[in-house]
């Protein structure tokens, strides 16, 4: 009889244990997931750039921003830089119906540009200067400023400035970086088109001056699809824009 009665209470101990082990596991809370580790590869930190770069914070950017190669059905031949601005997609048209697809931050000027252009110069760490009208709105932020800015980690322009041209005359509409990530994917209050620092290099080193530029801005490109070829693995600050390195004020 005591026998039966250890067993007994063995076997409910253990059911117990059982159900207790079951319920803990159940409400442990799942681990938060940071940005996929094949886009924090991507946008790490560039120590040999002439000012060296810090990985750029891409926690808060929305994940379809970011540089990757996706499906695009176009007329452009490959080698053509396709401005999306309503979506705010910047393409380089490849061979075989894809594209290198970047996520863009519209500025004013950005959004009042459209048509075709031809990349007439490229700079590397450009200087910048506000315009006449910039210091007139806001004399306190860009008074100090009116005499330019020189190339560095807190320039607006970033690392890189593609200047785009019509008829061998420069339109003051520029592809450039960024000192603002989150800005990235939104329209914002000044300047053209802005990309993460880490794209705009890898733009800038894939295309020549003379490359083609087609601004969109009522219509969306002829585009099947966006997501990824391969998925990675695992998954209101206005800001000045616009510069030159020849230190000509540019129009917003």
């Not at 997501?227 to 616009?242: C, D, S, W």
Request: glycine share 10%; hydrophobic share 40%; aromatic share 8%.
């Amino acid at each position: 009889m005591c026998v039966s009665r250890l067993a007994q209470s063995l076997t409910l101990f253990l059911v117990l244990a059982a159900l207790t082990g079951c319920a803990t596991g159940t409400a442990q809370p799942s681990r938060p997931r940071g940005p996929d580790p094949y886009f924090t590869a991507m946008y790490g930190p560039q120590p040999d750039e002439a000012f060296p770069l810090p990985a750029t914070d891409i926690r808060k950017v929305d994940p379809r921003f970011l540089r990757q190669q996706v499906p695009y059905v176009t007329h452009e031949p490959p080698g053509t830089i396709v401005i999306d601005t309503p979506d705010r997609y910047l393409y380089l048209v490849q061979g075989g119906g894809m594209a290198l697809r970047y996520g863009i931050g519209v500025g004013k000027a950005g959004l009042e540009f459209a048509g075709e252009a031809r990349i007439g110069r490229k700079a590397q760490w450009p200087r910048w200067i506000p315009t006449s009208d910039m210091v007139a709105r806001e004399p306190d932020r860009y008074g100090p400023l009116a005499g330019g800015m020189d190339p560095g980690p807190t320039n607006p322009l970033g690392p890189r400035a593609l200047y785009l041209y019509q008829d061998g005359k420069d339109t003051l509409f520029r592809i450039h970086g960024t000192t603002e990530a989150w800005s990235i994917g939104n329209a914002v209050s000044s300047g053209c088109i802005r990309m993460f620092n880490a794209d705009v290099i890898d733009l800038y080193n894939r295309v020549p001056e003379g490359t083609r530029v087609v601004v969109i801005q009522a219509e969306a490109p002829m585009s099947a699809a966006v997501l990824p070829l391969e998925p990675p693995i695992g998954a209101p600050v206005e800001a000045p824009i616009e510069a030159s390195t020849d230190d000509t004020p540019l129009a917003f």
